[in-house]
């Protein structure tokens, strides 16, 4: 297997550490827009397996070279939303298996955007299974840790935890803090904006999907592993989109632990206009340019790939599940728990970044092994759930289920 | 008198509405560094003692020579307090009598910042009082509604109303909404992040200026006519340093009628570093450019002067007293309140713009008929308090007191 990584950053840089212990490819080209970020990523790996590269990856046609260059056979997009569908159509155009960990954004509903939805996630994509479908060529979708690893979740638990499911809920939080600043999110503020501002999506089998006001159905969550009780709202996901489509369940939501603190903040931005990504014009050295001010919230604040060193705590991704087993009710949590302190020391990557790339990798090598095939646009989901779970504990990382 | 008017945004184009009702003076040349606003502000007036410049405010040289050129002997300026200095310094050049509504810009104390003051408000103006008071001209700063007509009811108060004063506490409190917005200040939020943001001073005459954590001292402080109470929080504001050079106080304090909303909505921006004023870089269409995130704050929010319309409520400023008299203890709440349903209908001005920009015109009509005189940097609280307030109410706007 011959891999193009595009995008070093945070999640982009603790793939390639990742990989790097793994024998399953023989070459990873490591590719982003900032051709440094790339030559660091790969310098610090000393394996002949690895060469940086600079790409835009909005330029489809560019992507699409490098891929039939280098003979990639899979494109994994380790960049941020926006770019999903020119790395989608580059892959398709050169023939390459696509893997991403968010799929094409939403657009809210015109008239009625916290009822209806207008474009669902991944809707651009799907949009395209077809193709792929005929050329027997495999997107695998929302292949990180949530999505991804929490869908690997939602299809164990349909597989052998449960013979009916009521509700599939996907539950996110940690207790992780960072020394020297009173705010400093732990992933990438402008995804966090988009996520938690657009209306959030629920599926109940009898209305299909339908979204809600931001921040609803507050509940406090209770997570595993010493992190404790955390405020969860509903937020805009990619597995209430694609947990449906493979797994029979009545509901399924999203919440995300963001605590009261986050959500007041998202809310403040969100007042004043700051969440905005359509530009504003400001005076400058240079004379009046424009602007977004979402970048703007973005460059104020640390990256957070950078933190790692002054955090401390545990983050957790996980499944909520709950149906009927052998004629009885059950409810489990199905879980993975991310400790900075052994994120760091092991691969010198913070808890929430490495959480995210261990996942793509891992799914890499089934598609390797031929442990995982298919072709369409799919979910992780639409894969066997134990391959996975067992090469993730191989990994070193093991999950964890809590019955409640 | 023939007056140079700097600053055509909202406070100085209501004063040109306001002086142009009196004849006090022979010319007014309005100067803005948008020649667009300028000439609105003439335009809409059909009065020939007025015309229109282009000036940037910031270039010392091109002020002083703007004052010479049309012969003016006054200088008002209506800018942010930014441009305080160059225009202060071009109207000693020029020979001109200055007016200023906010003063020099403080920094805080390098190592204590919430415990003693660095450099304070109006200390770069102070330093140069011995070269006005030599050349016999005159400075009158501070001469808005806060400072201004809260340092002239102070003066008042220690004149007519007490015998020995305890306390005196500017407090400014409001009602108005803004239809159609859920966040609109109504007054330059550049401004208010300045003065709210900024370690407040407070004054105590045995331990003379200090500063104190922000929104340090909360009370809810009842306002007249209808307003009712609303949360106050300690506010660096010009009062509290010039008052004690004048008037003979225990203590001095400003508290601004905050709102719990609005106050944690500052602390969110300060939180995320959007209160900054050194730049960020940024993408943009044209390439990385650096940008001020308070720019961008303020480029968000809509413009207050705008927003008259769609305002309802009334604005109140005044200064409260605790003293004795005759022996017997007394407190007193002396106050200025516009309506903006008033103010929109009179001059189609927003009432807190309104309520800045009609004290400067009262005070420079007190100069020009020379029942206001002296030489040096003085405060409103340096001249006699009496005329002021019987002119103000002969412009229609009456004030008020409250025996407590």
């Keep these: 297997m011959r891999v193009l990584l595009v995008g070093a950053g945070g999640v982009g840089t603790a793939i390639t550490r990742i990989a790097a212990r793994r024998p399953f490819f023989e070459a990873m080209v490591v590719a982003d827009y900032d051709p440094a970020r790339a030559e660091a990523a790969v310098a610090a790996l000393d394996d002949a397996r690895f060469a940086a590269e600079r790409v835009d990856a909005s330029d489809e046609a560019a992507v699409a070279e490098l891929l039939r260059r280098h003979e990639c056979d899979v494109l994994l997009n380790a960049t941020d939303p926006r770019f999903v569908m020119p790395l989608f159509r580059a892959a398709r155009t050169a023939g390459a298996t696509y893997l991403d960990m968010a799929m094409s954004l939403s657009h809210p509903h015109g008239e009625q955007p916290y009822e209806k939805c207008g474009v669902k996630l991944g809707d651009e994509q799907f949009a395209q299974a077809e193709e792929w479908e005929k050329a027997g060529a495999l997107a695998l979708v929302g292949m990180g840790v949530e999505p991804g690893l929490s869908d690997v979740f939602a299809r164990y638990a349909a597989d052998e935890l449960f013979d009916e499911i009521e509700e599939i809920g996907v539950r996110d939080g940690a207790n992780l803090t960072v020394d020297g600043y009173d705010f400093a999110p732990s992933f990438s503020i402008w995804t966090t ?212």
């Design 193 to 404: 904006i988009e996520e938690c501002l657009n209306p959030p999506v629920v599926y109940e089998s009898d209305r299909g999907w339908f979204t809600t006001e931001p921040f609803s159905e507050p509940e406090v969550f209770d997570f595993p592993e010493g992190i404790g009780p955390v405020e969860c709202v509903n937020v805009e996901h990619e597995e209430v989109l694609l947990v449906p489509r493979w797994v029979k369940a009545r509901r399924v939501t999203f919440k995300y632990g963001l605590g009261r603190e986050f959500i007041e903040t998202l809310r403040t931005l969100h007042l004043l206009g700051l969440d905005r990504t359509d530009p504003v014009t400001v005076p400058s050295a240079a004379g009046a340019v424009a602007v977004s001010p979402r970048d703007v919230v973005a460059a104020c604040l640390p990256d957070p790939a950078t933190l790692g060193e002054r955090m401390h705590g545990k983050t957790c991704a996980g499944t909520w599940v709950r149906g009927t087993k052998d004629g009885a009710p059950r409810e489990v949590y199905l879980y993975h728990v991310v400790d900075n302190q052994w994120s760091m020391a092991e691969y010198g990557s913070q808890a929430v970044v490495w959480q995210t790339a261990v996942n793509p990798v891992v799914a890499l090598e089934l598609v390797a092994t031929g442990a995982w095939s298919g072709s369409g646009v799919l979910g992780p989901e639409a894969f066997p759930a134990r391959p996975f779970l067992e090469l993730l504990t191989a990994y070193g990382s093991p999950w964890g289920m809590r019955e409640q």
